[in-house]
């Protein structure tokens, strides 16, 4: 093989792992949060290795005319150049494993994205203009060859970012009792008692669904919102029996999803808890305690943490249950063992919000496995 052929090779082979990459990191909402910024770091590393193998693009680009298809290539490979910086910096931000830069910025994930669907834009046609611009014009196949691939780049849009979208924008209608009803597991006459935070419960919609941005919510056929974890405690009271109860803060956060994460960034920050209301005295009789909350700013949110330091939970096994938008459990569960004297368990059922209406089975599936 020669040189050139080597080189050409490893030239193609980068470019199409940088496209699946790609590809791999619009699926955020599937692949979660570790995996996508292990792939981001990678894929910003192998654009950089790209960049560095195409040298002679940029040595070139003083010389030569300047025709309209010339002005616009360069113009997109630039405007490329400073959307993946845009993505690189907001990513750091956002980061949530590998990056702990201490700055909460509300609505940044959502900047993230729309620079990445530019970047999906801006690499389209960054590949269509370097794949095809030298085919000859005798070959009338360029404009079919066209639309077939920009009929398959839109596949994976259409997979990857509208559950994306659907999911900060739509609210999904659902049959509360159908969603919340299943098979029931038997706990051996242990007493059950299971706790549930959410935002929706602690928010007060005075101004309808119309108003409510980045809505994420769940709606049931009397038009009343409800919380994914309050769904997911309805399930495992069905499935397990046992008493529920859900934790009621003071003060109640933003209607607005943008606002509650700033407001619960700022919480974050504080030294005192929120103060409660309507809260059990006490929950002496109960063995099994399940906590299901939302995954906030990768840890649990401060109401939960004034609800674990209310009570005493020694003799107790405290169950977690997490709901979240990619991030998993994140460090929630250190962060309930320092403060929680019960035994807490290790491996908590962690559910992804855009699956709650579907997740009744898996719940049963994981209660039986305890
Ligand atoms: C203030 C706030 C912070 C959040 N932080 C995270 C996060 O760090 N990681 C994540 O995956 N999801 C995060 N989410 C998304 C929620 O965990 C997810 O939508 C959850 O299912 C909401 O549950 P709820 O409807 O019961 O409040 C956050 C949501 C809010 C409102």
New binding site residues.
């Given amino acids: 093989m020669d040189k050139y052929n080597a080189t050409g090779r490893v030239k193609k082979a980068i470019d199409i792992i940088l496209g699946l990459l790609f590809i791999a990191l619009l699926g955020y909402s599937f692949t979660g949060?570790p995996f996508h910024e292990v792939a981001g770091i990678v894929f910003i590393a192998m654009t950089i290795i790209h960049n560095i193998i195409n040298i002679k693009w940029y040595k070139a680009i003083k010389k030569g005319i300047y025709n309209r298809k010339r002005k616009i290539t360069v113009a997109v490979n630039f405007a490329l150049a400073a959307d993946m910086v845009s993505i690189l910096l907001t990513g750091i931000i956002n980061s949530?494993y590998l990056f702990h830069t201490g700055i909460h910025m509300a609505g940044i994930g959502r900047i993230h994205a729309v620079l990445a669907l530019a970047g999906f834009v801006l690499i389209a046609f960054h590949v269509l203009v370097h794949a095809f611009g030298r085919v000859q014009k005798k070959y009338k196949v360029l404009p079919a060859a066209l639309v077939i691939l920009i009929s398959l780049l839109a596949v994976p849009m259409d997979v990857w970012m509208l559950p994306y979208v659907k999911r900060h924008f739509l609210t999904v209608e659902v049959d509360q009792e159908t969603v919340i009803s299943g098979e029931s597991v038997d706990f051996n006459g242990r007493k059950i008692l299971t706790v549930?935070?959410?935002?929706?419960g602690n928010t007060d919609f005075a101004d309808g669904v119309d108003a409510v941005s980045g809505a994420?919510?769940?709606l049931n056929e009397k038009k009343e919102f409800l919380?994914?974890?309050?769904?997911?405690g309805q399930m495992i009271r069905d499935a397990a029996g046992g008493d529920i109860v859900s934790i009621n803060t003071k003060e109640h956060?933003p209607s607005s999803?943008s606002d509650?994460?700033s407001?619960?960034?700022e919480e974050m920050g504080r030294q005192e808890l929120p103060e409660l209301v309507d809260m059990p005295e006490n929950i002496d009789g109960y063995d099994v305690v399940f906590l299901v909350?939302?995954?906030?700013?990768?840890?649990i949110?401060k109401p939960v943490e004034a609800f674990l330091n209310r009570y005493d939970f020694s003799g107790k096994s405290v169950i977690p249950v997490?709901?979240?938008?990619?991030?998993?459990a994140?460090r929630s569960i250190k962060d309930i063992k320092a403060v929680c004297c019960g035994t807490v368990v290790e491996k908590p059922l962690e559910?992804y919000?855009g699956d709650?209406p579907y997740c009744r089975e898996q719940v049963t599936e994981w209660l039986k496995g305890l």
Avoid: E, K, M
């Fill in positions: 949060a949530r549930y935070f959410t935002r929706v994420s919510l769940l919380g994914n974890s309050q769904v997911i956060y999803y509650t994460v407001a619960a960034s909350f939302p995954l906030w700013w990768d840890t949110p997490v709901t979240h938008g990619g991030g998993g994140g559910i919000c709650i």
